[in-house]
Structure formats: structure tokens, C-alpha cells
């Protein structure tokens, strides 16, 4: 099958991620999506399971925005997690913290060279899972080129403390799309520790409320969040919750 979209590796120092570009021809935005693997063919995903973003751009007749994804590389919870994890109680190693060495990339490197190539007018953000968290702590950094956020079953619980400390001090700017979205069966294991044990299902749901919860104090009011009772983990249950908000960043004023 011929791909639908172009591939280039760009860098910016040691770190160097593959970029796959999709941009229609009267595209004037894009959205940035992680884990770009998974963004485009089931064949190529890590699970054999994509979000299919061109299929829905085109089910929905969307060509003003184009869709950029960054694959993701086996530092990928380091790179997208902002904060270490607070798990060593149920016996998981540390990992994640630099974020901010990610999401500087995407500044300094990713969206300058969309510009020069393509010239869009603005940008939106979208991940799911580990990639949520990235997606949330960009925001805070309120870059004034992208204008929206996806965040869906970001798992905040990793990392409870720092987050509630982040929260705390209102980072997020009020004027822009956000989305929030969790499904209520993405029970990925279960944490135990002694005859203790906590399932993340329900945690996905908390955590969805808190986000939310947390972009409403800032004063956000282009504010939704989609609760799925029967959804899963994986990216066939993120698609409809991306259709979603795809038309709706199409639909955004330039």
C-alpha cells in the first residue's frame, strides 16, 4: 500500500525523533500528535492498532488540518512523563521526569520547521496516555501557537504529589480548546503492595476529573470532557473521542 504521508528525522542536538507528516494541500493548521507510530496505519502501530488520523480527517471532510506525528523511542516515559513516578511502594523502578527536554524539542525544532515548510497559521496537541502528560505539561509552557489540547486517560496517579503541586500553582492558560476524555474499562494492571492492591480502571476516571477539574480553575471555558463507560486502553477506543475533537479544532477561528 502506497503511504498517504511523508516521513523526515529531525534533531536537535543528541535527540532525534522520526516525524511522520500528513498536510493536505489546504491545510493551514496541524496537530501534533505522539507516539507517532500509532497515529496513521494499524500495520505500522506498536499494537497493531492506530488512530487512524487520515481516515477520519477524510470521513469527516476536514482538509484545513494536517497531522503531524512524532514517534515516540524507548525513552518514552522519560521523555513524556514531566515528573518521576511515585510507585516505588508497589515495587515499580523510577522512570519518567524529562519532559521538559521532550516538549523543548517541539518548540525549538518541530514547530519551527512546520512553519518554514509549510507555513501553518497554528497548532493543536494531541496524546494519549504517557502522551497525555506531555500534552498537559506543554500546555503549561502556553506556547501562543497552539491552540488546543487533547489529553485522554492521562494516568496523573503516577505521579499524585507532584501533580497535585503542579495543579496547585494554575499553569494552564484560559484561552484554549481543551479536551479531556477517559474510558471506564482501561484497567492496564493492578498495583499491589502487600495485601494491598489498587486497580487503575477507576483511576483513569478520577484523574480525568481532576485534569478537568484543574482547567476549569484556571478560567478554561472551551472546556470538554468525554467519559466512556465501556472503553478500553487502546487507540480504538481514542478515535471517536479524536474525531471529535478534530472537527472541532478545524472549526477553530484562524
Known sequence: MKRKYE?????????????????????????IMHDGQNVFSDGEAAYKKSWRAIDILKECGIKNTAVIGIDCAPSRLDDYLPFPNELSEYGIPPF????????????DIIIPYLDKRFGFGFYGMLGSSAGALATLFYASQNNKRVKAYGIFSAPVYISPMAFGKFFGEKPFPADRMYRVYAGGNENTETFRNGATSVDETQLFVDDAFTVTNALRGCGATDLRLYLENTAVHDETSWRQPERSFLLDFAALTP
Not at 519518567?96 to 518548540?107: D, K, M, Q, R, W
Open 7 to 31: 516521513i523526515a528525522v529531525l534533531s536537535k542536538g543528541g535527540f532525534a525523533r522520526t516525524v511522520r507528516i500528513y498536510a493536505p494541500k489546504k491545510a493551514d493548521r496541524a496537530v
Open 96 to 107: 519518567g521526569g524529562n519532559a521538559e527536554t521532550y516538549t523543548s524539542y517541539l518548540s
